[in-house]
């Protein structure tokens, strides 16, 4: 496992970003585990975050011109990844939308850069694939490119049919998903610590029960 991904579980695990235990999702499955990344919430943990993501993506090597954060959660995402990029020497715009579009000043939906050439969209997690989707028409409606997404956990889980709802925005739209770590990861980091056996044990009867190929 790279090092940054240990470093990230630890962190979140830290934090209480990450829980364990049993926790009903939208599906109505118990899952046990609950990822929470509204929970990086102050100065510390936001620049942090940042650097994580802005690792992953480095080591993922995709090209990219910009960034682009989806209302709401995306909005501070895409800001401090790109705070963390001009910290290790690449200087790369941002930008973000609006729910309603401004009638006023400068109007429209999009603040911060322009959209232009290829456009990296930043978000916590995938679930319905609502966010990206809408994503990925604001800027081909811009006229730029969208050329992949950067999540924080991929938690490889089917959605109605044997997909992911990762490998479904893969699919449905031509984009990589670059993630922080996903559910193997986090299985490979349990099974080092004896104290986490029984919690190891319960995630992965769940990814056999649940999880995507």
């Not at 850069?113 to 930043?122: D, E, H, K, S």
Request: include cysteine.
């Amino acid at each position: 496992m790279q090092p940054f991904k240990e470093d990230f579980l630890t962190f979140a695990i830290e934090r209480k970003v990450l829980l364990f235990g049993e926790f009903k999702t939208k599906a109505g499955r118990l899952s046990p585990y609950f990822f929470n990344a509204g929970l990086f919430n102050d100065g510390e943990s936001l620049k942090k975050l940042g650097e994580f993501y802005a690792g992953a993506i480095q080591a993922s090597g995709l090209a990219f011109d910009g960034l682009f954060g989806p209302a709401y959660k995306g909005i501070p995402l895409a800001a401090t990844v790109a705070v963390a990029l001009a910290g290790l020497g690449r200087n790369v715009p941002y930008s973000y939308n609006r729910k309603e579009a401004k009638d006023h000043g400068e109007g429209g939906t999009i603040v911060g850069a322009p959209l232009q050439g290829r456009i990296l969209i930043v978000d916590d997690v995938i679930s319905a694939g609502t966010s990206v989707r809408e994503s990925v028409q604001l800027i081909k409606a811009a006229g730029a490119t969208p050329c992949g997404v950067a999540i924080a956990l991929d938690r490889m889980e089917r959605g109605l049919g044997e997909l992911s709802a990762v490998q479904e925005v893969s699919r449905q739209h031509g984009l990589p998903v670059v993630s922080i770590v996903d559910l193997d990861d986090l299985l490979a980091y349990l099974e080092e610590k004896q104290e986490w056996a029984e919690t190891r044990a319960a995630i992965a009867r769940y990814r056999a029960q649940y999880g995507a190929a």
